[in-house]
């Protein structure tokens, strides 16, 4: 887990995991680390991903510019998120997916809520790269 400055007052608590291919992941700690990295943090390219319907960390999938991840590195960071979420112990688990230019805070809401725009689903089973 580390702790990455957001400018000169804000700090954001990350998990951060690298795929095969050195695709690089960050999954936000708290509600308030969730809305860092999705808001602050995240370029519009990179990818969002969050568990549908239940509590969880909010993750992404750091872009590359001129190369689009495959399938199963989608995939792999969408377990990521299952497993931050209270689906880790579930089999498989449905999670939102999207880039993160359509990931939004709409105006009052709490910490760690957005709303999202253009969603596909992917099914995954909770879980974390191997060290």
């Known amino acids: 887990m580390d702790k990455t400055r957001i400018g000169a007052d804000q700090e954001v608590t990350v998990y951060r995991y690298e795929l095969p291919g050195g695709w690089k992941v960050l999954a936000g700690k708290t509600d308030e680390d969730n809305d860092l990295l999705s808001i602050r943090l995240a370029h519009p390219e990179d990818w969002w991903f969050h568990v549908r319907g239940m509590p969880g960390s909010h993750v992404l999938l750091k ?3 001129d190369e689009e991840p495959d399938r ?9 998120a299952a497993y931050h979420s209270k689906a880790r112990e579930g089999g498989m688990v449905s999670v939102s997916c999207t880039r993160a230019k359509y990931v939004t805070k709409p105006r009052g809401a709490k910490p760690g809520t957005v709303a999202i725009r253009r969603e596909s689903l992917l099914k995954v089973r909770p879980g974390i790269p191997e060290e």
């Open 63 to 65: 872009h590359r510019p």
């Open 72 to 80: 199963e590195t989608l995939k792999r960071a969408a377990a990521i």
